[in-house]
């Protein structure tokens, strides 16, 4: 049976002040590499408007930002791979330097909730709930990151590929096994070379995020992951 390849951690420079490559460039890197599909995990956080002296914006204006990469990467791909939205979102204060891959999100989500950077884990939980949405703390065991009350993850990333950090990923997984949280993998794309290290075999091509988030729950999916 046909197995399908997404990535599930990408970052565009676009959007995410911290990645290097364009999303147009991705778009044609990870077809050649094989990919099904890429979910598009740009950074929704404070200083993702601070470095580019967008922080004053308001907040509809902050969410077309925060989409710039998302829709150049779905235009560039044009149809040959299919590109989703998701986000990695940091809050504004309490929690340290916590990062959440949220799945399933729409521009009418974000533009629902100016009130995003001001949440905390448990507030956002309970409004990703209420919403549809997964969410995984991404590699939670990477220094700096706090441990999060499980009862507010639907799961945690345990295959970080990002060879700048060291994202004690066997901690990681041995922690989702203690707690039954769902699992995830992906390359945390920021450069070239960290194509292709991570993402998610699924049993069926995932077209929209609704689709995501079913395949996602029924656990039914391999994690690649290359050290």
């Excluded at 995410?16 to 979910?39: F, L």
């Excluded at 330097?97 to 956002?124: A, M, W």
């Excluded at 922690?175 to 194509?195: F, N, R």
């Excluded at 699924?202 to 029924?218: A, P, T």
């Amino acid at each position: 049976m046909k197995k399908y390849l997404y990535e599930m951690h990408l970052h565009t420079r676009e959007t995410s002040n911290c990645a290097e490559v364009p999303a147009e460039i991705a778009v044609e890197e990870y077809i050649k590499a094989g990919y099904d599909g890429i979910v598009v995990t740009d950074h929704l956080s404070p200083s993702t408007y601070m470095k580019y002296g967008r922080e004053l914006l308001p907040w509809h204006k902050k969410v077309d930002f925060f989409l710039r990469g998302y829709r150049k990467m779905k235009n560039a791909a044009a149809g040959r791979i299919n590109i989703l939205l998701g986000m990695e979102l940091r809050f504004r204060h309490s929690e340290g330097d916590n990062d959440y891959l949220v799945y399933g999100i729409t521009k009418e989500f974000l533009l629902s909730h100016p009130e995003l950077l001001s949440l905390n884990i448990r507030q956002f939980y309970k409004l990703a709930q209420e919403n549809g949405l997964i969410v995984f703390q991404a590699h939670p065991f990477r220094v700096g990151m706090k441990v999060t009350n499980p009862n507010y993850l639907d799961g945690v990333e345990i295959f970080n590929g990002n060879p700048r950090h060291n994202s004690s990923n066997d901690i990681a997984e041995a922690w989702a096994k203690k707690y039954d949280l769902l699992v995830t993998s992906g390359s945390d794309y920021h450069e070239i070379d960290d194509l292709g290290s991570g993402g998610i075999w699924f049993n069926k091509e995932i077209k929209d995020n609704n689709i995501l988030i079913e395949e996602l729950l029924k656990r039914d999916y391999e994690l690649k992951r290359t050290e």
